[in-house]
């Protein structure tokens, strides 16, 4: 046997601790057999009472592991009694070892042979275990398919029992061998996105023959930009055409991004129209999460008072950052949508030190910082800093991103200082790129909301999907229409607090409100007005005197007042329907009254 040969099975040989460690018992117990039964012959005498030569002992000695040997001592020493019951018994050990090494593996197989409707995984890095833990929570057969065989992620999949191919994933042979043709859902989630677009274009080759089953294929983009254009350009191939497979663009920061600024309001407790609160948010570390973060909280902070959300960020290298990110988005360096401003400074240094607490003694601000540093240690030992920082401000929002649940998470959570809590975000164990196969409350409240519009607008006879993408159906929707859709959707409960609703379970005594007064909804149609020109502006839309959807350019594109009465209709229609979608979509939530 070769202890450090790769195969590309479950059950195949691999270099990991468990498995080496076993191994290497047994070749020790071996050994010591060997020497104890070879000691044991030298020590003794034959029948004819002449003492074994070592070669003679040593000969005898390894017939002990085939429980065979002609000659015994007239007395028998010690070591050879030891050795003549371990020998065998190394033996045994090794062919049981053996054979469950051999059947483990062809059960595994045997069993994928026959597998339909099942999920492959191509990549194995935290998210990807996580995401194969979560599949196999609901009982569905999970493939990972993993190109490097020393990654120490294999073990958790041995150990819970999770099939996998070492192999590339890009090559035709390894997706036939794991029947992505008979797939559900093929998922691609390696760390580079060249390597995630080549297998990605290789799925769709590989199910091009077979339009009986579509597959869904979902591809992770960590480059916001090439995420984007690659949607506008391809959107999702048609579920049963292109050869049946559907592939969709995800970014798992992008998504966690959302869920964290979800989790905790920009709001806070809620923006009235007459209120003096500000947002800001303060992001220390401009990369991948940061700017992730930065984008979602353009789309999203949007409040009645008519306060645009400012953004701070903290980098060591904020110029090439800033460049890179208005290269993107123009739009935000006129602060037509918000207002960013770089600062140049080390996460830990005094400058960072006194700009945060200068934002902390603003008054009326409602304060989200956001720790975003490769280092988890570097991130952690900041955060703590920033909460002593703040003891003052306990209504601050104190974020720090940990790429994995581990001993420092819980040493945030159980943190003595004073001042506002800390809270990890981005960790694999939390993750929500899940959400992008497993849809969530939101994502079917997105989906009511799409359906209510194109009911509508089909009412328009010259309206129809054929010449407006935006009526087609959820599953034929690109992906940016969808991402408009969720947009619309998240700041839902901004909007309510605005005129002082909640939407809270349906246990909750209050009695639920059905319709909103006229006072609101002219409160709610100019914002969600504003909230729309964001979005629009951000995806690189333009405004012209006609519609031209595919150049991106819209009519609609400007203030509330300048718009015809025939748009502003849209906007009252899409505030109205809140509480009768919401009903629809989470039957056990409501929009009722706060407390006053």
């Known amino acids: 046997m070769h202890p450090h040969k790769e195969t ?6 691999r270099n990991d601790g468990k498995m080496r460690m076993e191994w290497w018992g047994v070749v020790v117990l071996g050994l010591v057999s060997l020497v104890l039964g070879t000691v044991g012959f030298m020590r003794g005498v034959d029948e004819h009472g002449r003492p074994w030569g070592f070669w003679d002992a040593l000969y005898d000695s390894m017939r002990l592991f085939h429980m065979h040997f002609d000659h015994v001592p007239r007395e028998l020493p010690w070591e050879l009694q030891i050795a003549r019951f371990l020998a065998p018994m190394v033996v045994v050990v090794t062919l049981v070892k053996g054979f469950l090494f051999a059947a483990r593996s062809r059960r595994h197989a045997l069993f994928h042979r026959y597998q339909k409707g099942h999920v492959v995984i191509c990549g194995l890095g935290r998210k990807g275990l996580e995401l194969a833990r979560q599949f196999r929570k609901r009982r569905r057969w999970v493939v990972v398919i993993e190109k490097n065989p020393g990654n120490p992620l294999l073990a958790a999949c041995d150990a819970e ?29 390696t760390p580079e996105d060249e390597t995630n677009l080549r297998i990605a274009m290789q799925v769709r080759d590989t199910t091009a023959a077979d339009s ?3 597959v869904q294929c979902f591809v992770q983009l960590e480059n916001i930009d090439l995420r984007e254009r690659l949607q506008r350009s391809f959107g999702a191939w048609p579920a049963g055409g292109s050869g049946g497979c559907t592939l969709r663009f995800f970014d798992a920061f992008d998504a966690e991004a959302r869920r964290v600024l979800l989790d905790l309001p920009l709001d806070g407790a809620g923006i009235l129209a007459d209120s003096p609160s500000r947002v800001h948010v303060v992001i220390i570390g401009f990369g991948r999460m940061g700017r992730s973060l930065a984008l979602r909280a353009a789309k999203l902070g949007h409040f009645a008072n008519g306060q645009k959300l400012r953004i701070s960020v903290i980098d060591r290298h904020p110029d090439p950052q800033r460049e890179h990110f208005l290269f993107h988005y123009p739009v935000m360096e006129r602060e037509t949508i ?17 700009l945060v607490e200068s934002w902390a003694a603003e008054p009326a601000t409602l304060l989200h910082l956001f720790v975003c540093l490769d280092d988890n240690t570097s991130a952690v030992e900041v955060a703590l800093r920033m909460q002593e920082m703040l003891a003052d401000r306990p209504d601050c929002n104190l ?5 994995a649940r581990a001993a420092l998470a819980r040493l945030l959570e159980g943190s003595p200082f004073g001042g506002p ?7 694999a164990e939390e993750s929500s790129s899940g959400v992008a196969f497993v849809p969530d409350a939101s994502e079917l409240m997105a989906r009511q909301a799409h359906d209510a519009f194109v009911e509508k607008r089909l009412a328009d006879s010259s309206r129809t999907p054929e010449n407006d993408p935006a009526l087609k159906r959820w599953d034929e929707l690109t992906e940016d229409l969808r991402e408009s859709n969720r947009a619309q959707t998240d700041h839902m409960a901004i909007k309510m607090r605005a005129i002082g609703c909640e939407i809270v379970p349906v246990t909750d005594p209050r009695p639920p409100i059905t319709e909103f007064s006229p006072a609101d909804l002219e409160l709610l149609a100019p914002l969600e007005h504003r909230r729309w020109n964001a979005e629009r502006l951000l995806a690189s839309w333009q405004l012209g005197a006609q519609d031209d959807k595919p150049r991106r350019i819209s009519a609609s594109l400007t203030e509330w007042d300048r718009l015809p009465a025939q748009i502003k209709k849209y906007d009252f229609e899409a505030v109205e329907d809140i509480p009768d979608r919401l009903a629809v979509a989470i039957p056990a939530m409501k929009v009722v009254r706060g407390n006053t």
Not at 421 to 427: E, I, K, L, Q, S
Request: with cysteine; charged share 25%; proline share 4%.
């Open 399 to 403: 974020c720090v991103r940990i790429k």
């Open 421 to 427: 809590p800390v809270r990890a975000f981005g960790m």
């Open 212 to 214: 009986m089953s579509p």
């Open 8 to 13: 590309d099975m479950n059950g195949g040989q």
């Open 338 to 354: 918000c207002k960013m401003q770089f600062h140049h400074a080390e996460a830990e240094s005094l400058k960072t030190r006194k």
């Open 161 to 189: 029992g999770i099939f996998y191919w070492i192999s590339d994933a890009a090559d035709p042979a390894v997706l036939e061998r794991a029947r992505v043709v008979h797939a559900r859902e093929v998922i691609v989630i």
